[in-house]
């Protein structure tokens, strides 16, 4: 199995910045695909942004200019550079990792909300 934690949540005015970690372990070789994604209060789960192995690099629109994702592949890491943050950006923030044949991981989720 493969344990997923993130870090780097918090509370972050308008405009400002954040950096989101993903920390992966156990069999991490069953890992193709890292994304994030987020839910907001009272909304359903969305995609933000995923990184496949061998394959482009996808961003929900919304996200398109602002978030950045990265995968350390050497570390089993996976960053989401969140920049120009915005209070419809608040929400629970999840790692996901991904595999053939039905493997999936999800992180415990990080929370970051976008206030004055």
């Known amino acids: 199995q493969v344990q997923l934690v993130e870090s780097g949540g918090g509370l972050v005015q308008p405009g400002g910045s954040l950096r989101l970690s993903c920390t992966a372990s156990g069999s991490v070789f069953r890992i193709s695909v890292m994304a994030w994604y987020r839910q907001a209060s009272g909304k359903e789960r969305e995609l933000v942004a995923a990184?496949?192995?061998?394959?482009?690099?996808n961003y929900v629109d919304s996200v398109k200019g602002r978030f950045t994702i990265s995968r350390d592949n050497a570390k089993n890491m996976v960053y989401l550079s969140m920049n120009s943050l915005k209070p419809e950006d608040t929400a629970v923030y999840y790692c996901n990792a991904a595999g053939r044949r039905g493997f999936e991981a999800w992180g415990q989720g990080t929370l970051v909300t976008v206030s004055s």
């Open positions: 990184a496949p192995s061998g394959g482009n690099i």
